[in-house]
């Protein structure tokens, strides 16, 4: 399996207040992406990198910030939680026109 | 825009052969194919790309018609383990971080 892992892996928190997901590799891929899924939607991508510093919006951005300071760690930022907001939040990584690998997910409920 | 995929679901019993189809409006470069087992994240099965060939392994195999922006993803003799929900992937060629776009699955159901 890739070595990628996410962190919290459940996480509870009320409308309002800040969260940051954090996604952590040790493949060295250049790529990572943020998606969330929900029923009836499959998964969407809210932000990607493609390097260090260098990110851009996915198809469901609005209300998410990333950050990639490092190769392996690529950060999302909840900067007030919505119950909209509620979901699971998978990490990927990936290497050009190759696979990508998915973490293990992140349930996020916001009360 | 999100491919469409069909059936939503499908119930088989161990043994039989299933069909699931990925439609896009826009012209494709490749589309990617994952199995999602509940609670697990999802899993790659593989990649067709624009001029290849039918790929496949074990009794899973996968066509890509480029003129009709279609692929399909064929199993064949199911067995218990082929449970799960598949998404196709589609990467339409434009952008720099080869970002998929996926459909909103096919829950498939082996019953022994």
């Known amino acids: 399996d890739a070595g990628i892992t996410q962190s919290p892996r459940h996480k509870v928190t009320e409308t309002g207040t800040p969260v940051t997901l954090r996604c952590h590799q040790t493949?060295?891929?250049?790529?990572m992406y943020w998606y969330r899924q929900d029923p009836g939607h499959g998964l969407r991508l809210i932000h990607y990198s493609y390097g260090v510093k260098d990110t851009d919006k996915g198809e469901v951005s609005d209300g998410y910030s990333v950050s990639r300071s490092k190769t392996e760690d690529f950060l999302l930022t909840l900067e007030s939680a919505t119950s909209s907001q509620t979901s699971v939040y998978f990490c990927?990584?990936?290497?050009?026109?190759?696979?990508?690998?998915f973490g293990p997910g992140t349930r996020l409920t916001v009360t | 825009q999100q491919p469409v995929q069909s059936p939503q679901a499908v119930i088989l019993r161990e043994g039989e052969d299933a069909v699931i189809n990925c439609s896009s409006s826009?012209?494709?470069?490749?589309v990617h194919w994952y199995r999602q087992k509940h609670g697990e994240a999802p899993v790659f099965l593989m990649i067709?790309?624009?001029?290849?060939e039918q790929k496949g392994h074990d009794k899973i195999s996968a066509s890509f018609n480029e003129k009709k922006q279609q692929s399909s993803l064929y199993l064949t003799a199911s067995q218990l383990s082929y449970s799960g929900t598949y998404f196709c992937?589609?990467?339409?060629?434009?952008?720099?971080?080869?970002?998929?776009?996926f459909g909103s699955g096919t829950q498939l159901t082996v019953l022994p």
């Open positions: 992937g589609t990467y339409d060629g434009s952008g720099s971080a080869r970002q998929l776009t």
């Open positions: 067709l790309l624009k001029g290849g």
């Open positions: 826009k012209a494709l470069y490749s």
């Open positions: 493949e060295n891929h250049r790529y």
């Open positions: 990927a990584i990936s290497e050009r026109w190759v696979e990508q690998y």
